[in-house]
């Protein structure tokens, strides 16, 4: 079977976790068949979609590497055969309204004319009498006469299904295995609206039979509409598409992932310095694994390991902590060059003249600590110290200054620093080494003010190394303001 699948956001905000999940899944269920991954833009919400969400959905999802083979593109462009790949378009073309009247006309639809208040009564009255709040059908036997009179009055009618009211729907969905809705409850859901706008409902099913959709993989959120459309497609006599519906994302506390548990979207993650690879590798385990629980992919491995029997239905719990964990995972992966270049945004955006070192020195700091980030936003404040003036925190002047004997270890060490001629890091540690000992204080009272004398902090990169990155006349010059401040202490 030719497999086509497609992510169908709606522009209506960035792109979000839940979002960019799904496209993952769509993306990887695509590459693992040799299939044909679909981006269609559904802005039938006409006051809530923008072309900003649109641009910023596009290019949330070049970022993560989840590139369309056919659809909608940037600056209004298109790829493919089947478009036009955004509704709004495919409105203008009169794709929808073909079919809605197809199915007014064999009598499958039917025109309600009902106005906001009619149905805000009648949602009022359902729930006084506890029954369920869903449209009563009334528009389903309108007369001629009746239906000339509402036209009289102005009024537009919206187009209604007419859902069979007895026996059920089954699906059998790739995950939830098999599923059942008694029609009773399903609805006459509106296809176009009296504005002449499709529904979600209609036109994601006539666009999902047009562009020849083979599996529909979206959020479980969607799974009460998958009977509506069902329905719809039996009503035009199309085969639908297998369905696939993922599991909740839910926050650590148990409640729906929302804006109250941080960061929800692609591009705030991505400001923070989650990378790429991360975030792809994270979302692909939210509601998927391998029978081995592997966390760590490969480039390339998700692709060829995805699966949707892997997929589980139980809600998948965002957990902030691990997406942090494994974005340490990555960042240690990578070379020098590529971390500098990733950093390298970062620093100038902390206000961090990097041009002051070589790129070839800036990159040998930014690695100095590259065992310990988590996230490329905390680069700058951990080596800033290299490319600023140094600042003594008062914390590490208390801890540390104050001490016994502090202002002769500087000098001391001053002393053996500014006779070197080598100033390498070995040298450097030589010396430092040679000074405690034959003076007799231990290692960690010399090293500890010499830390903070020329970094300004209490940690940091390993002491020579940074020591040699700061190079001789930096050094020399920290310590002699350490040591005036050092007058300065009371
Ligand atoms: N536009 C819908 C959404 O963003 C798509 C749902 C679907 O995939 O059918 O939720």
């Given at each position: ?17 839940g ?20 981006l ?10 923008t072309?900003?969400?649109?641009n ?16 909608a593109?940037?600056?209004l ?23 809605a009247e ?8 039917y025109?309600?004319?009902?106005t906001?208040?009619?149905?805000e ?48 729907t ?12 008694e ?35 979206r ?19 199309w ?5 696939a519906?993922?599991s909740?994302i839910?926050g ?10 941080g ?6 993650y ?9 975030l792809?590798n ?8 391998t ?14 390991k995805?699966?949707?029997k ?9 957990d ?16 020098k ?13 902390s206000?961090i ?15 100095l ?12 404040s ?20 104050r ?18 001629g ?9 010396e ?7 003076n ?25 190394k ?9 050094t ?14 009371v």
């Amino acid at each position: 079977m030719n497999i086509r699948v497609r992510f169908a956001p709606s522009p209506t905000g960035h792109l979000h976790i839940g979002g960019a999940r799904t496209a993952l899944f769509n993306y990887l269920f695509a590459k693992k068949s040799g299939g044909t991954f679909i981006l269609r833009i559904e802005d039938t919400d006409e006051l809530r979609s923008t072309e900003e969400s649109m641009n910023s959905i596009f290019e949330s999802m070049k970022w993560l590497g989840l590139d369309w083979d056919e659809g909608a593109m940037p600056d209004l462009a298109e790829k493919g055969n089947s478009g036009p790949y955004v509704q709004s378009k495919r409105q203008d073309a009169g794709i929808y309204k073909k079919h809605a009247e197809r199915l007014l006309k064999e009598g499958m639809a039917y025109r309600c004319y009902c106005t906001p208040e009619e149905l805000e009564d009648m949602r009022r009255k359902a729930q006084l009498e506890k029954r369920p709040l869903r449209y009563d059908g009334r528009c389903r036997k309108l007369s001629n006469a009746q239906a000339e009179d509402f036209e009289r009055q102005g009024r537009r009618p919206a187009l209604r299904f007419s859902m069979p009211q007895e026996g059920k729907t089954q699906f059998v969905d790739l995950i939830h295995k098999e599923m059942e809705f008694e029609n009773a409850i399903l609805y006459d859901f509106i296809m176009i609206k009296a504005s002449g706008y499709p529904t979600y409902n209609f036109a994601c099913a006539i666009d999902d039979h047009l562009m020849e959709i083979s599996n529909v993989i979206r959020g479980d959120d969607h799974i009460s509409n998958t009977p509506l459309q069902l329905n719809l497609y039996n009503a035009l006599g199309w085969a639908p598409p297998d369905f696939a519906h993922l599991s909740m994302i839910l926050g650590s506390d148990g409640a729906r992932l929302s804006k109250r548990h941080g960061a929800t979207s692609v591009q705030e993650y991505r400001k923070q310095g989650i990378l790429a690879e991360t975030l792809r590798n994270y979302l692909a385990l939210l509601g998927w694994s391998t029978s081995d629980s592997k966390q760590i992919f490969e480039k390339g491995e998700l692709e060829e390991k995805f699966d949707l029997k892997g997929c589980q239905k139980n809600p998948a719990i965002f957990d902030p902590v691990k997406l942090k964990w494994m974005n340490g995972e990555y960042i240690r992966k990578l070379s020098k060059q590529e971390l500098f270049l990733l950093a390298k945004s970062y620093m100038v955006e902390s206000g961090i003249d990097i041009e002051c070192q070589s790129p070839e020195k800036a990159a040998d700091i930014i690695c100095l600590e590259q065992e310990k980030y988590k996230l490329l936003s905390e680069i700058p404040s951990m080596i800033d110290f290299f490319f600023k003036e140094v600042i003594y925190s008062r914390d590490a002047v208390d801890k540390v200054f104050r001490a016994h004997g502090v202002e002769v270890i500087l000098n001391g060490i001053k002393d053996k620093y500014s006779g070197l001629g080598n100033f390498n890091e070995a040298e450097i540690e030589a010396e430092t080494r040679n000074f405690a000992k034959s003076n007799g204080f231990k290692t960690g009272q010399v090293f500890h003010p010499v830390r903070v004398a020329v970094s300004g902090r209490t940690e940091g990169p390993t002491l020579f190394k940074m020591i040699e990155r700061l190079g001789k006349e930096q050094t020399l010059k920290r310590i002699d303001k350490a040591l005036e401040l050092l007058k300065t202490l009371v």
